[in-house]
Protein backbone atom coordinates (compact mmCIF):
# COMPACT_ATOMS: atom_id res chain seq x y z
CA UNK A 1 0.00 0.00 0.00
CA UNK A 2 1.53 3.55 -1.04
CA UNK A 3 1.53 6.32 0.95
CA UNK A 4 -0.79 8.41 -1.21
CA UNK A 5 -3.41 4.98 -0.59
CA UNK A 6 -2.79 5.26 2.97
CA UNK A 7 -3.93 9.26 2.99
CA UNK A 8 -7.54 7.77 2.24
CA UNK A 9 -7.63 5.52 5.58
CA UNK A 10 -9.66 6.57 9.10
CA UNK A 11 -7.09 8.12 11.15
CA UNK A 12 -9.41 7.28 14.39
CA UNK A 13 -7.72 4.17 16.00
CA UNK A 14 -8.12 2.77 19.89
CA UNK A 15 -8.10 0.35 22.93
CA UNK A 16 -11.13 -0.98 24.57
CA UNK A 17 -11.13 -2.50 27.94
CA UNK A 18 -11.96 -2.29 31.88
CA UNK A 19 -9.92 -1.44 33.06
CA UNK A 20 -7.71 0.27 30.49
CA UNK A 21 -5.71 3.31 32.33
CA UNK A 22 -2.91 0.86 32.69
CA UNK A 23 -2.71 -0.09 29.07
CA UNK A 24 0.42 1.03 27.15
CA UNK A 25 -1.38 0.24 23.54
CA UNK A 26 -1.78 4.32 23.19
CA UNK A 27 1.92 5.21 23.66
CA UNK A 28 2.95 1.94 21.54
CA UNK A 29 0.75 3.13 18.65
CA UNK A 30 1.84 6.89 18.64
CA UNK A 31 5.52 5.67 18.20
CA UNK A 32 4.52 3.49 15.19
CA UNK A 33 2.26 6.41 13.65
CA UNK A 34 5.47 8.48 14.07
CA UNK A 35 7.96 5.73 12.74
CA UNK A 36 6.11 5.08 9.57
CA UNK A 37 4.82 8.81 9.00
CA UNK A 38 1.26 7.86 9.34
CA UNK A 39 -1.39 10.74 10.47
CA UNK A 40 -3.84 9.17 13.05
CA UNK A 41 -4.90 9.34 16.60
CA UNK A 42 -4.89 6.29 19.04
CA UNK A 43 -6.68 6.54 22.61
CA UNK A 44 -8.06 3.66 25.34
CA UNK A 45 -11.64 3.77 26.06
CA UNK A 46 -13.03 1.80 29.48
CA UNK A 47 -15.95 0.34 28.45
CA UNK A 48 -18.61 -1.80 30.37
CA UNK A 49 -19.92 -5.00 28.92
CA UNK A 50 -23.38 -3.80 29.24
CA UNK A 51 -21.98 -1.00 26.87
CA UNK A 52 -19.85 -2.63 24.30
CA UNK A 53 -21.82 -3.80 21.33
CA UNK A 54 -23.35 0.53 21.11
CA UNK A 55 -19.57 1.70 22.05
CA UNK A 56 -18.31 -0.78 18.94
CA UNK A 57 -21.05 0.12 16.48
CA UNK A 58 -20.95 3.95 17.39
CA UNK A 59 -17.27 3.89 17.06
CA UNK A 60 -17.13 2.24 13.54
CA UNK A 61 -20.29 4.83 12.00
CA UNK A 62 -17.69 7.87 13.26
CA UNK A 63 -15.78 6.93 11.31
CA UNK A 64 -13.11 4.76 13.36
CA UNK A 65 -10.48 2.95 11.58
CA UNK A 66 -10.03 0.07 13.99
CA UNK A 67 -10.15 -0.93 17.68
CA UNK A 68 -7.79 -3.20 19.51
CA UNK A 69 -9.27 -4.93 22.39
CA UNK A 70 -8.44 -6.28 25.67
CA UNK A 71 -10.14 -7.81 28.67
CA UNK A 72 -12.47 -9.08 29.63
CA UNK A 73 -13.81 -8.15 25.99
CA UNK A 74 -12.06 -10.47 23.95
CA UNK A 75 -14.54 -12.81 23.68
CA UNK A 76 -17.66 -10.37 23.43
CA UNK A 77 -16.25 -8.69 20.36
CA UNK A 78 -15.58 -12.41 18.43
CA UNK A 79 -19.43 -12.63 19.26
CA UNK A 80 -20.39 -8.91 17.75
CA UNK A 81 -18.08 -9.91 14.48
CA UNK A 82 -19.72 -10.41 11.51
CA UNK A 83 -16.78 -11.46 9.95
CA UNK A 84 -13.82 -13.61 11.83
CA UNK A 85 -10.44 -14.24 10.71
CA UNK A 86 -9.14 -18.05 10.46
CA UNK A 87 -6.51 -17.69 13.27
CA UNK A 88 -10.01 -15.48 15.53
CA UNK A 89 -12.05 -18.20 15.17
CA UNK A 90 -9.12 -21.01 16.09
CA UNK A 91 -9.02 -18.72 19.24
CA UNK A 92 -12.73 -17.73 19.79
CA UNK A 93 -11.58 -14.71 20.47
CA UNK A 94 -10.75 -11.57 19.18
CA UNK A 95 -8.53 -8.77 19.92
CA UNK A 96 -8.34 -6.50 16.59
CA UNK A 97 -11.41 -4.71 14.90
CA UNK A 98 -11.76 -2.98 11.76
CA UNK A 99 -14.59 -2.99 8.71
CA UNK A 100 -13.64 -4.50 5.83
CA UNK A 101 -14.96 -3.22 1.78
CA UNK A 102 -18.14 -3.98 2.28
CA UNK A 103 -18.69 -2.48 5.53
CA UNK A 104 -18.62 -5.77 7.53
CA UNK A 105 -17.36 -5.68 11.36
CA UNK A 106 -14.43 -7.88 11.11
CA UNK A 107 -12.37 -9.71 14.01
CA UNK A 108 -9.34 -10.79 14.14
CA UNK A 109 -6.94 -12.17 16.59
CA UNK A 110 -2.84 -10.94 16.73
CA UNK A 111 -1.79 -12.36 20.21
CA UNK A 112 -0.41 -15.36 18.90
CA UNK A 113 1.44 -13.49 15.88
CA UNK A 114 3.10 -11.48 18.11
CA UNK A 115 4.24 -13.82 20.59
CA UNK A 116 5.67 -15.67 17.60
CA UNK A 117 7.38 -12.72 16.51
CA UNK A 118 8.68 -11.64 19.83
CA UNK A 119 10.48 -15.31 19.72
CA UNK A 120 11.65 -15.19 16.62
CA UNK A 121 13.03 -11.67 16.08
CA UNK A 122 13.80 -10.75 19.74
CA UNK A 123 15.13 -13.77 21.09
CA UNK A 124 16.25 -15.79 17.90
CA UNK A 125 14.10 -18.67 18.98
CA UNK A 126 12.79 -20.48 16.24
CA UNK A 127 9.16 -22.82 16.96
CA UNK A 128 9.93 -25.02 13.76
CA UNK A 129 10.92 -28.77 14.63
CA UNK A 130 10.95 -28.01 18.12
CA UNK A 131 9.31 -29.69 21.29
CA UNK A 132 6.52 -27.30 22.68
CA UNK A 133 4.43 -27.34 25.50
CA UNK A 134 1.93 -24.94 26.28
CA UNK A 135 0.96 -24.82 30.08
CA UNK A 136 -2.87 -23.66 30.57
CA UNK A 137 -5.57 -24.59 28.05
CA UNK A 138 -7.48 -20.65 28.12
CA UNK A 139 -8.09 -18.41 25.36
CA UNK A 140 -4.02 -17.15 25.62
CA UNK A 141 -3.72 -20.44 24.83
CA UNK A 142 -5.72 -20.66 22.38
CA UNK A 143 -4.12 -17.49 20.91
CA UNK A 144 -1.05 -19.17 19.89
CA UNK A 145 -2.15 -22.28 18.79
CA UNK A 146 -3.98 -20.86 15.89
CA UNK A 147 -0.82 -18.46 15.34
CA UNK A 148 0.37 -21.76 14.55
CA UNK A 149 -2.29 -23.33 12.36
CA UNK A 150 -1.21 -20.40 10.06
CA UNK A 151 1.93 -21.10 9.60
CA UNK A 152 3.00 -23.72 6.82
CA UNK A 153 3.93 -27.28 7.97
CA UNK A 154 7.62 -27.08 8.11
CA UNK A 155 7.49 -24.01 10.22
CA UNK A 156 6.03 -25.79 13.01
CA UNK A 157 6.75 -27.45 15.75
CA UNK A 158 7.59 -31.33 16.03
CA UNK A 159 5.15 -31.93 18.77
CA UNK A 160 2.63 -29.53 20.28
CA UNK A 161 1.66 -30.70 24.12
CA UNK A 162 -1.32 -28.83 26.10
CA UNK A 163 -0.90 -29.25 29.61
CA UNK A 164 -3.78 -28.04 32.44
CA UNK A 165 -4.75 -28.40 35.77
CA UNK A 166 -7.74 -29.62 34.32
CA UNK A 167 -7.55 -32.84 31.37
CA UNK A 168 -10.75 -32.45 30.12
CA UNK A 169 -10.44 -28.84 29.16
CA UNK A 170 -7.10 -29.66 26.99
CA UNK A 171 -8.55 -32.31 25.48
CA UNK A 172 -11.66 -29.89 24.54
CA UNK A 173 -9.11 -27.77 22.78
CA UNK A 174 -7.27 -31.31 21.23
CA UNK A 175 -10.67 -31.33 19.82
CA UNK A 176 -11.42 -28.02 18.44
CA UNK A 177 -7.70 -27.89 16.49
CA UNK A 178 -8.03 -31.46 15.09
CA UNK A 179 -7.91 -31.27 11.13
CA UNK A 180 -5.93 -27.85 11.60
CA UNK A 181 -2.76 -28.87 13.89
CA UNK A 182 -2.08 -31.80 15.87
CA UNK A 183 -2.01 -31.23 19.87
CA UNK A 184 -1.64 -33.55 22.80
CA UNK A 185 -3.53 -32.97 25.67
CA UNK A 186 -1.48 -33.80 29.40
CA UNK A 187 -2.17 -33.14 32.84
CA UNK A 188 0.91 -31.51 34.34
CA UNK A 189 2.29 -34.53 36.23
CA UNK A 190 2.17 -36.40 32.74
CA UNK A 191 4.07 -33.42 31.17
CA UNK A 192 7.14 -33.24 33.55
CA UNK A 193 8.03 -36.96 32.71
CA UNK A 194 8.90 -35.20 28.90
CA UNK A 195 11.67 -33.19 27.92
CA UNK A 196 10.95 -29.85 26.08
CA UNK A 197 12.66 -27.33 23.92
CA UNK A 198 10.00 -24.21 24.15
CA UNK A 199 7.52 -23.59 27.48
CA UNK A 200 5.13 -21.21 27.00
CA UNK A 201 3.11 -19.98 29.56
CA UNK A 202 -0.80 -19.36 29.32
CA UNK A 203 -2.17 -19.43 32.35
CA UNK A 204 -3.55 -16.78 34.48
CA UNK A 205 -1.63 -18.26 37.53
CA UNK A 206 0.74 -15.41 37.61
CA UNK A 207 -1.29 -12.66 38.67
CA UNK A 208 -1.28 -14.32 42.21
CA UNK A 209 2.36 -15.15 41.86
CA UNK A 210 1.54 -19.23 41.62
CA UNK A 211 3.11 -21.22 39.56
CA UNK A 212 1.78 -24.30 37.62
CA UNK A 213 2.26 -27.34 38.83
CA UNK A 214 5.21 -28.75 36.59
CA UNK A 215 8.39 -30.08 37.28
CA UNK A 216 11.15 -28.49 36.23
CA UNK A 217 11.90 -31.81 35.07
CA UNK A 218 10.16 -30.67 32.02
CA UNK A 219 12.47 -28.15 30.96
CA UNK A 220 15.39 -29.75 27.65
CA UNK A 221 18.73 -28.32 27.39
CA UNK A 222 18.74 -24.95 26.32
CA UNK A 223 15.01 -24.45 27.14
CA UNK A 224 13.32 -21.37 26.34
CA UNK A 225 10.55 -20.51 28.78
CA UNK A 226 8.34 -17.48 27.93
CA UNK A 227 5.58 -16.50 29.90
CA UNK A 228 3.03 -14.46 28.40
CA UNK A 229 2.62 -12.11 31.47
CA UNK A 230 4.85 -8.95 31.49
CA UNK A 231 6.13 -6.65 34.42
CA UNK A 232 8.18 -4.05 35.54
CA UNK A 233 9.97 -7.27 38.16
CA UNK A 234 10.80 -11.00 37.11
CA UNK A 235 7.30 -12.42 37.02
CA UNK A 236 7.16 -15.87 39.42
CA UNK A 237 7.67 -18.45 36.30
CA UNK A 238 10.42 -16.51 34.62
CA UNK A 239 12.64 -16.61 38.24
CA UNK A 240 11.12 -20.54 38.29
CA UNK A 241 12.38 -21.33 34.68
CA UNK A 242 15.83 -19.62 35.25
CA UNK A 243 16.67 -21.18 38.98
CA UNK A 244 15.84 -24.18 36.80
CA UNK A 245 18.33 -24.15 33.83
CA UNK A 246 16.22 -22.73 31.23
CA UNK A 247 18.67 -20.72 28.92
CA UNK A 248 16.09 -17.95 28.24
CA UNK A 249 13.08 -17.04 29.98
CA UNK A 250 11.42 -13.74 28.25
CA UNK A 251 8.23 -12.17 29.59
CA UNK A 252 5.08 -11.06 27.53
CA UNK A 253 6.17 -7.20 26.69
CA UNK A 254 7.44 -8.14 23.59
CA UNK A 255 4.35 -9.49 22.92
CA UNK A 256 2.69 -6.90 23.82
CA UNK A 257 4.21 -4.61 21.31
CA UNK A 258 4.43 -7.61 18.41
CA UNK A 259 0.49 -7.87 18.50
CA UNK A 260 0.54 -4.37 18.69
CA UNK A 261 2.30 -4.11 15.38
CA UNK A 262 0.41 -6.85 14.21
CA UNK A 263 -2.52 -4.83 14.38
CA UNK A 264 -0.87 -1.65 13.17
CA UNK A 265 -0.16 -3.75 9.76
CA UNK A 266 -3.66 -5.01 9.20
CA UNK A 267 -5.44 -1.67 9.18
CA UNK A 268 -2.67 0.61 7.65
CA UNK A 269 -0.82 -1.90 5.63
CA UNK A 270 2.87 -1.34 6.94
CA UNK A 271 4.60 -3.20 10.05
CA UNK A 272 6.36 -0.83 12.45
CA UNK A 273 9.92 -2.00 13.90
CA UNK A 274 9.30 -3.23 17.19
CA UNK A 275 12.99 -3.61 19.28
CA UNK A 276 13.23 0.01 19.96
CA UNK A 277 9.86 0.37 21.15
CA UNK A 278 10.15 -3.03 23.66
CA UNK A 279 13.52 -0.93 25.04
CA UNK A 280 11.66 2.27 25.66
CA UNK A 281 9.03 0.35 27.74
CA UNK A 282 11.50 -1.34 29.88
Not at 140 to 168: K, Q, S, Y
Not at 241 to 262: I, N
Request: hydrophobic letters at 45%.
Amino acid sequence: MSQQDRSSLPTRYGVIGKPISHSKSPAIHTVFAQQTKQALTYAAFEVEEAELEAFVREFFAGGGGGLNVTAPHKQGVFALAQVTTPRASLARAANTLYLDAKGHLVGDNTDGAGLLGDLAQNHGVKIAGKRLLMLGAGGATRGVLAAIADLPAAERPATITVANRTLEKAEALVTDFAGKLSVTASSYAQAGETCYDILINGTSAGFGGELPPLSPAALGEGCCCYDMMYSSQQTAFQAWALSHGAALAPDGLGMLVGQAAEAFFVWRGVRPETESVIASLR
